[in-house]
């Protein structure tokens, strides 16, 4: 791999939604924390067209200069959905039925009753090579193509299934590519404050700090008897660094947890498992 590629990413969000201003794109910014708290930099965020020779043109610029290239949109039925046909175009490869994303999309509709139909079996044809990315919150697949100096990536554009991808799958193949970085994490238990309460001060935090990924669990009852675990994970070069990064950002999230009344259960910092 070119040293001048190494550990940078590019991200590519597609629809023409994006581009008249009809949809935010809610889904890079929160794409660049995740990659920047992996270790990757982040170097172009380009909107393109639902026009498949700019797509391919985009693919193939983001390939040509980072590591890592995610595109978002663009993965379903419609006539106007063209990712992964311009992807294929953009590696050189087939556009083939792939039976495992077949299989997804089979399950899906039979779930609801639906038949297939060609629009449906549509999301199972994929770049020859690439591998299929389970949807537990939709119907399209997502794609992973692993190629030999970079790895290309389509998630869908609705944000939650982009997410649940990108954790539950994705991420962790980005974590065996990405730079050797420290980690550290930080928790605490808040006791009667409710999620949504506590949410706009989060979300202030991961902005404020993109090396840190703040994320809260609600366990008890939204209203009744709301329970948060709050985690931080913090990472970069030097150990000390990251371990004062978390502690910072866990006290400054009790001390707002306290204005809000709440109570603090438990608080504990270490590396994570």
Not at 135 to 145: K, L, Q, S, T
Not at 171 to 185: C, F, H, N, S
Not at 199 to 222: D, I, T
């Amino acid at each position: 791999m070119s040293l001048s590629k190494k550990g940078l990413a590019w991200i590519i969000p597609i629809g023409n939604e994006l581009l008249i201003g009809r949809i935010v794109d809610t889904n890079s910014a929160w794409l660049a924390r995740r990659l920047t708290f992996l270790g990757y930099r982040v170097i172009r965020i380009v909107k393109v067209p639902d026009d498949l020779d700019e797509i391919i043109e985009e693919v193939k610029r983001g390939l040509g200069r980072a590591e890592v290239v995610l595109t978002t949109g663009g993965l379903g039925p419609t006539y106007d959905d063209k990712t992964l046909e311009a992807i294929a175009k953009a590696t050189g490869k087939s556009l083939i039925l792939n039976n495992k994303a077949l299989k997804m999309v089979e399950e899906f509709y039979m779930k609801r009753d639906l038949p297939m139909t060609r629009e449906r079996i549509k999301m199972a044809m994929l770049p020859e090579g690439s591998r299929p990315i389970p949807n537990d919150v939709g119907a399209a697949p997502g794609v992973v193509i692993e190629l030999e100096d970079s790895i290309l990536a389509s998630l869908p554009g609705v944000p939650a299934e982009m997410k649940s991808m990108f954790e539950k799958t994705l991420q962790p193949i980005l974590k065996t590519r990405a730079p050797p970085k420290k980690v550290w994490e930080c928790s605490v238990e808040i006791r009667g404050v409710p999620e949504s309460s506590l949410a706009p001060f989060l979300e202030e935090m991961a902005r404020k700090y993109p090396r840190s990924y703040v994320k809260s669990h609600p366990k008890g009852h939204e209203i009744k008897e709301p329970i948060l675990d709050v985690r931080v994970l913090s990472s970069g070069e030097e150990l000390n660094e990251v371990k004062k990064m978390s502690e910072k950002i866990i006290d400054l999230i009790i001390k707002e947890a306290k204005r809000l009344e709440g109570r603090i259960a438990s608080k504990s910092c270490k590396a994570p498992d």
